[in-house]
Each structure stands twice: as C-alpha cells, then as structure tokens.
C-alpha cells in the first residue's frame, strides 16, 4: 500500500499508556472510524515476537479500512508482518541502511527538525518527513522544539509530503493552518479519549485545512 494524497491528514500514533484496559486493535479501529488516515505502531518496549504479534493485528485493522500501517524504528518487525512502512528518528539506523535492505516501494518517514535534516532526507529518499515537536508534549520527551518559522522552512524546502508533531491538540491545531504542512501527528490527543472515535471526528474537522 503506497502512501496516498491526505494519508497525512490525520496520522494517529500509537501509545498503549492510554488503553485504559482496552485492547490496541480495539483503540485502532475506533480512530479510523473516526477518520484516522495513517497509523503508525509505536513500541520502544515490546519484545520481538510480541512486537510481530501485535503489528499483524493491527496490520489486519488498518487493512479492513484502507489505511497504512507504518511501524516505527524497528525493521525486523516491519518485514515480518509486512507493513506499509516504517519511520526512523534522527538517531535511529539511516535511512540509506534501512532502504537498503527492504523494499524500494515502502513507506519511508523520517522525523527531522532542521532544513538541512529534511533535505538530506529526502535526497536519501524518504517519503515523508514528521517534524517537531512544534509544541511541547510530555510523550516525546527527546523531541527538540521547532518553531512554526522554521517548520514551514521546511516544508517549502522539499518536496515530499510534511506532517507535525509534538504537543499537538484541538486548542492550538489552528496555529499550524498556515505553514503549509499535510497533516498532523498526534499520540495522547487520539488514544488518551474516553470515545476515541468521537474525538477523531471532531479533529478530522479541524484537519481539513491540511487537504
């Protein structure tokens, strides 16, 4: 599954911090049907084969409706279940290495907080860039800051597609309407709702700017 025009609008990444005795796939399905268009799985803690286990069934979710299914910084677990993607951090393995040893038609995100990052990345061949934190947020604590200034340098200094992260909630999502980016990523401002589809709907209101 390639990545589609708006795939970025609404990208929802995972955090099971927030279940609240609710299953993944359960919390998936209900941000999808709330108009979730992209889903990365996020797990700096799992093992391998739980890891594998639980990216199939969210893999299945995703599927049923459509959506792409990244897996973030661990390649093994995205050849294995066969995701759509994967994205890497700055300090992860290079995005040269990882391309080298997977598929040339897959998903590649890349996080980046510099022009000079976000060039470097798409000259190496990423297929999108998440770049933040554009506000502060307790989930991504090694995030460094980026201004809005410099977040919409970025996006007019490449070509590939540009989504947000970091801090990112209903209250200040309006501040981003202008900087030219695609979409938005959020963690806790998806999954740490009471009626996770509810709440989807209401932001995929508020991100039709970014289509």
Not at 67 to 87: R, S, T, W
Not at 90 to 115: C, M
């Amino acid at each position: 599954m390639r990545l589609k025009n708006n795939d970025l609008t609404l990208y929802a990444v995972t955090d099971r911090t927030w279940l609240n005795n609710r299953s993944l796939a359960q919390c998936v399905e209900q941000a999808i049907q709330g108009g979730v268009t992209l889903v990365q799985l996020r797990e700096k803690q799992l093992e391998y084969t739980a890891f594998v286990e639980l990216a199939n069934e969210i893999k299945q979710v995703c599927h049923q409706y459509n959506v792409p299914l990244i897996i973030n910084d661990n390649l093994e677990v995205a050849k294995a279940c066969d995701a759509d993607g994967i994205h890497i951090g700055q300090s992860d393995e290079t995005l040269i290495e990882v391309r080298k040893n997977w598929s040339a038609d897959k998903i590649y995100g890349v996080s980046t907080q510099t022009v000079k990052q976000a060039q470097k990345a798409q000259e190496l061949g990423a297929t999108y860039l998440g770049v933040g934190a554009v506000f502060p947020t307790s989930t991504k604590n090694d995030a460094d800051d980026v201004s809005l200034t410099e977040l919409a340098n970025i996006v007019q200094a490449v070509q590939i597609p540009v989504c947000a992260i970091g801090g990112i909630n209903q209250t200040n999502i309006s501040k981003l309407y202008d900087t030219g980016i695609d979409g938005v990523a959020l963690i806790s401002e998806i999954f740490n709702q009471d009626d996770i589809k509810a709440n989807a709907q209401q932001l995929t209101k508020l991100v039709e700017p970014f289509k």
